[in-house]
């Protein structure tokens, strides 16, 4: 077991350096007076760890929960603890350009004033998204309201509209265990991510990119400041980029390096990343920028200063990323499946005791799970697994065989008493999904987890087990979970919204329709043809023909009136408007509470 290093400052120095101010209180709340940020409620931090707390994730809580506006170097700043990512400002020749506008219009908006009332009125002259998560996107009508260039990387909005919208509802549903939203903040509860305390919970916007980024050595000139980019597509996010100051020798890595082992694949759920890839770009990032930083920032935690500390930390995450990678492969080759070489890998004694590459968003577990499935996928190529029954149904022939419930707890209470809390869950998930209503499962089930929950060095861990934990106590919690992409949907194209109508429909319901729909949206100049059949509707592009039910002329903000039900007013018909109605009614609703710790 590496001992870590508590007495080593170096990343409170860090994380404190260049403080300008601070809002006080650090609360911000929306039009409606309701609290969208309170990292106040974060001040019982200040204490010493307590047993209900992982001391390595108590200490990255301490780190990630000191907020303000910082400077970075000269004329450039960050406002970091406003969310859960940072937002960054570039002084340009007329205004400011701003990094990543955080979650939400709101926190990104009180980020804006916080910088300006130290540094003056400056406009918003320019807008960079780093990569197309929505904490790098979100708050963008927080800070500007268009008419300025906004750069990101190529592909940015197809891959922002299918993490955000396609799977979004699943994606919030298990992101509120992942950010541990519904959980009271406090030693026993909400203690941080790792990457950040947590997300802010107000309205959520997108603009489209009027720039895209296509190649690395690309540079730009925005408000007079160059920017020489590299692109890498596929790391942290499909489309993401690391870019380069020239004229103020700083070097903005995005979140391909931050301060902890990142997720090669998130617990909320995404496409797996390549940690191979990810490496490789960091590598190329040292050598493209390495001699000419001298700080290095990135969209979450703290900067660091001085050349050989950047290529130290650089080289350290590339290596991190290699390692798990290449570790995974070797023993995936010698037969081992995911879990196993979860249980087996173990990091090099120097990466082990980094503060920066432990796994306080990432673990090493999961991540070289993510490998294994990036590789071979969800099955093991063992027999005994490619036919499972599902959870519930195997569940009462387990509960079955080892005779009822009550022996089962019995059981599992004794494993828990052993410490094996592992095994305890394992055999408690089976009663509970054998038996919902059994309130001595449960309850036994929630006290483990929140065991395995105080002990976990990750956030999201932690963050698992103690909403697990609260659902089954209390029932499913909504509360804090009213972040929405409603505000994104302006922002899709006609292609992606005819996506988001094909995933809500109900297909074996439609099995027995089939229509034919032309669309010609007066707008865009663009017109598609729709059909369905076999329960699957397909779109195109294509001009308006022979054969259609119905045809409509319309605009895309007709398009997206008619599929928030507000009918067809105003768009002109031909052929049989019934047509329309049909499929709407044929488009199920998601359900944004779905259980998870129960059946
Ligand atoms: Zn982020």
């Not at 650090?26 to 200040?46: P, Q």
């Not at 980020?111 to 300006?116: F, N, T, V």
């Not at 969209?299 to 995450?317: E, M, N, T």
């Not at 080892?402 to 055999?427: I, P, T, W």
Request: aromatic residues 8%.
């Amino acid at each position: 077991m590496t001992e870590l290093r508590y007495e080593d400052r170096t990343d409170f120095d860090d994380a404190s350096r260049g403080l300008i101010g601070a809002l006080d209180p650090c609360v911000v709340t929306d039009a409606e007076g309701r609290v969208v940020w309170d990292n106040d409620s974060f001040a019982f931090l200040g204490a010493e760890c307590p047993d209900t707390a992982n001391p390595s994730l108590w200490r990255q809580s301490q780190l990630c929960a000191k907020h303000g506006l910082y400077e970075v170097t000269d004329g450039i700043y960050q406002v970091r603890g406003l969310d859960l990512s940072n937002m960054t400002l570039v002084e340009g020749d007329t205004g400011v350009i701003v990094i990543d506008p955080l979650i939400s219009a709101e926190t990104a908006a009180a980020g804006l004033r916080l910088y300006r009332e130290h540094r003056g009125d400056r406009p918003v002259t320019g807008v960079v998204y780093t990569h197309s998560h929505v904490d790098h996107f979100g708050g963008v009508r927080g800070v500007v309201d268009g008419d300025v260039p906004i750069l990101a990387p190529q592909g940015f909005l197809e891959a922002a509209v299918a993490e955000n919208v396609y799977a979004g509802t699943a994606m919030l549903r298990r992101g509120m265990y992942h950010t541990g939203s519904p959980l009271p903040r406090s030693p026993r509860g909400l203690i941080g991510t790792g990457l950040g305390q947590t997300s802010s919970i107000g309205s959520i916007s997108l603009l489209a990119p009027t720039v895209d980024i296509t190649h690395t050595g690309q540079q730009e000139v925005v408000d007079g400041v160059r920017i020489v980019f590299q692109v890498t597509p596929g790391t942290e996010a499909p489309a993401e980029m690391n870019f380069f100051f020239p004229d103020r020798a700083a070097l903005c890595m995005a979140e391909n390096a931050t301060h902890n082992l990142h997720n090669v694949l998130t617990l909320r759920g995404a496409v797996v990343r390549d940690a191979r890839v990810w490496s490789r770009y960091l590598n190329e990032a040292i050598t493209l920028f390495g001699d000419r930083a001298d700080v290095a920032f990135a969209s979450h935690h703290w900067p660091a200063w001085g050349r050989d500390r950047i290529v130290a930390f650089l080289s350290q995450q590339r290596d991190l990323y290699a390692y798990l990678h290449d570790q995974t492969l070797r023993l995936m080759n010698q037969g081992l499946t995911g879990p196993e070489v979860a249980e087996t890998i173990e990091l090099p004694p120097a990466l082990e005791s980094a503060w920066h590459a432990r796994g306080y968003y990432g673990s090493v577990s999961h991540n070289v799970k993510a490998v294994y499935q990036r590789y071979l996928g969800w099955f093991d190529g063992n027999p005994a697994h490619l036919w499972e029954h599902p959870p519930a149904e195997s569940a009462r022939r387990y509960v079955d065989c080892m005779g009822g419930v009550a022996e089962v707890v019995a059981k599992a209470r004794a494993y828990a008493g052993d410490g094996d809390l592992r095994f305890a869950a394992e055999l408690l998930n089976h009663a509970v999904f054998a038996e919902p209503t059994n309130a001595q499962a449960k309850a036994l089930l929630a006290d483990v987890y929140e065991r395995l929950g105080f002990g976990s060095e990750s956030g999201t861990w932690r963050n698992f087990y103690l909403v697990g934990a609260t659902e089954l106590r209390r029932g499913i919690v909504m509360e804090g979970s009213s972040v929405s992409a409603a505000g994104m949907i302006t922002a899709l194209t006609v292609e992606q919204l005819f996506d988001s109508i094909a995933i809500r429909l109900n297909g074996p319901r439609a099995w027995s329709s089939s229509l034919t729909i032309d669309w010609r949206f007066t707008d865009l100049g663009a017109a598609y043809r729709t059909t369905l059949s076999n329960g699957a509707l397909i779109h195109w592009p294509a001009e308006p023909a022979a054969g259609a039910d119905l045809r409509l002329t319309l605009t895309k903000a007709q398009l997206i009136g008619i599929l928030a039900g507000q009918g067809i007013e105003g768009v002109a018909t031909e052929g049989d408007p019934k047509v329309l109605q049909v499929l709407v009614e044929l488009l199920d609703d998601p359900d944004p509470a779905f259980a998870i710790v129960t059946p």
